[in-house]
């Protein structure tokens, strides 16, 4: 066996062409991730990396695998925080034959002009996100490969288009962000812009996520909901609000849940559980840790775990090795989850794996510092 868990056989196995996967890469600061459709089909979500040098975390999974990069049909851009981007340049240029889905509002004048004045400043503080999506913008130029803009209530693609055998069945779409979260943040760069005679600043950080792009995916009868980071602010017309009053999207419930927001209050809506997901959906959460900052809370894992007993989190915060579980959440996970394994590799992931219309449970492994989202302030 390697000295790097990372690359044992547990992770670098491929799944095989009857099973679809949903892998969650979160080791606390950063996320990523990857959905496999089937017929080695997959599609990327977000990007993350140790650093500016390192390979991204994505690319390292698929290389480990043996995985064709071409075999990727799309990268989504869910929006431009620092901790969803970085590695995303290497990415896009590594999957040349994969369609880029992002928010119209990147492929604007007024952004581009925005990324190109905030990529290089004096200082060295430059935001990771502003960087990653103007080289993203070069690519595409050079490039000329197509965009797909995300907005609400849009069809992205179906099994047809990506290639899957005949009779399977795959949609995704696009769920956000809404016409008043995109005008909403078209605005605010304008007022960023450095002006004429004037000394200029580091890229500010937004202060919502006003772009983040929720996607929809069903996989025959599974049906996955990826919350990127949309937020709520208790207007009809943005965030959750404006996804729960959506009309002529998908219908149907998900049974996986990516928690919004690295499961903040922030990005919690009461009716997303009753309106969006199944009775007992498995919940994946990516936690936030850097400085004083650290998400979710005890609060948070509290209220998640209300509405889904069975979630699990990329990084445990507790910062210690297999604590102890109740043993109402240990029998939880035992009747919900077909099998449940535990390796310790560089990073925090979990994965989940389940024959294709098989209708069983989900098939749960941990790697790195990944466990039962009750354990990470234990």
Same mark, same amino acid.
């Given at each position: 066996?390697?000295?790097?868990?990372?690359?044992?056989?547990?992770?670098?196995?491929?799944?095989?062409?009857?099973?679809?996967?949903?892998?969650?890469?979160?080791?606390?600061?950063?996320?990523?991730?990857?959905?496999?459709?089937?017929?080695?089909?997959?599609?990327?979500?977000?990007?993350?990396?140790?650093?500016?040098?390192?390979?991204?975390?994505?690319?390292?999974?698929?290389?480990?695998?043996?995985?064709?990069?071409?075999?990727?049909?799309?990268?989504?851009?869910?929006?431009?925080?620092?901790?969803?981007?970085?590695?995303?340049?290497?990415?896009?240029?590594?999957?040349?034959?994969? %369609?880029?889905?992002?928010?119209?509002?990147?492929?604007?004048?007024?952004?581009?002009?925005?990324?190109?004045?905030?990529?290089?400043?004096?200082? !060295?503080?430059? /935001?990771?996100?502003?960087?990653?999506?103007?080289?993203?913008?070069?690519?595409?130029?050079?490039?000329?490969?197509?965009?797909?803009?995300?907005?609400?209530?849009?069809?992205?693609?179906?099994?047809?288009?990506?290639?899957?055998?005949?009779?399977?069945?795959?949609?995704?779409?696009?769920?956000?962000?809404?016409?008043?979260?995109?005008? %909403?943040?078209?605005?605010?760069?304008?007022?960023?812009?450095?002006?004429?005679?004037? @000394? /200029?600043?580091?890229?500010?950080?937004?202060?919502? %996520?006003?772009?983040?792009?929720?996607?929809?995916?069903?996989?025959?009868?599974?049906?996955?909901?990826?919350?990127?980071?949309?937020?709520?602010?208790?207007?009809?017309?943005?965030?959750?609000?404006?996804?729960?009053?959506?009309?002529?999207?998908?219908?149907?419930?998900?049974?996986?849940?990516?928690?919004?927001?690295?499961?903040?209050?922030?990005?919690?809506?009461?009716?997303?559980?009753? !309106?969006?997901?199944?009775?007992?959906?498995?919940?994946?959460?990516?936690?936030?840790?850097?400085?004083?900052?650290?998400?979710?809370?005890?609060?948070?894992?509290?209220?998640?775990?209300?509405?889904?007993?069975?979630?699990?989190?990329?990084? %445990?915060?507790?910062?210690?090795?297999?604590?102890?579980?109740?043993?109402?959440?240990?029998?939880?996970?035992?009747?919900?989850?077909?099998?449940?394994? @535990?390796?310790?590799?560089?990073?925090?992931?979990?994965?989940?794996?389940?024959?294709?219309?098989?209708?069983?449970?989900?098939?749960?492994?941990?790697?790195?510092?990944?466990?039962?989202?009750?354990?990470?302030?234990?």
């Amino acid at each position: 066996m390697p000295k790097n868990l990372l690359y044992s056989k547990p992770y670098s196995t491929a799944p095989k062409p009857d099973e679809i996967e949903v892998t969650v890469i979160g080791p606390g600061f950063g996320e990523a991730i990857l959905i496999h459709a089937g017929d080695g089909k997959w599609c990327l979500v977000d990007s993350c990396a140790k650093s500016t040098k390192s390979e991204p975390e994505s690319l390292q999974y698929l290389n480990a695998m043996g995985i064709n990069l071409d075999h990727v049909f799309a990268v989504f851009v869910t929006h431009w925080d620092d901790d969803h981007c970085k590695g995303l340049a290497k990415v896009v240029k590594a999957c040349t034959s994969a %369609n880029l889905v992002m928010s119209t509002a990147f492929t604007k004048r007024d952004f581009i002009s925005f990324t190109q004045a905030y990529a290089s400043p004096m200082s !060295q503080n430059v /935001r990771a996100g502003v960087k990653e999506i103007n080289e993203v913008l070069k690519e595409l130029a050079d490039t000329k490969r197509p965009v797909y803009s995300a907005y609400p209530g849009r069809r992205l693609f179906t099994a047809s288009d990506v290639g899957l055998s005949p009779g399977q069945r795959m949609e995704i779409w696009s769920l956000s962000p809404s016409d008043e979260e995109y005008q %909403n943040f078209i605005a605010w760069v304008a007022t960023q812009m450095p002006q004429a005679d004037t @000394t /200029r600043r580091v890229a500010m950080k937004r202060l919502r %996520n006003d772009l983040s792009v929720v996607l929809h995916i069903s996989l025959g009868e599974d049906v996955i909901l990826l919350g990127g980071d949309l937020e709520e602010e208790g207007k009809a017309t943005t965030g959750w609000s404006a996804v729960l009053n959506l009309r002529g999207g998908p219908t149907a419930l998900a049974d996986v849940f990516k928690v919004p927001h690295h499961g903040s209050i922030t990005g919690h809506h009461d009716d997303v559980a009753a !309106q969006l997901l199944s009775s007992d959906p498995l919940a994946l959460v990516a936690p936030f840790k850097n400085g004083k900052v650290s998400l979710p809370t005890k609060a948070d894992v509290t209220r998640i775990s209300g509405y889904a007993a069975n979630s699990h989190s990329t990084a %445990n915060l507790s910062n210690h090795a297999s604590p102890r579980r109740d043993a109402v959440v240990d029998k939880t996970i035992r009747e919900v989850t077909k099998r449940f394994s @535990t390796i310790k590799p560089d990073v925090g992931m979990v994965r989940l794996r389940k024959v294709r219309g098989s209708g069983s449970a989900w098939n749960v492994e941990h790697f790195g510092s990944a466990s039962p989202l009750s354990d990470i302030h234990q």
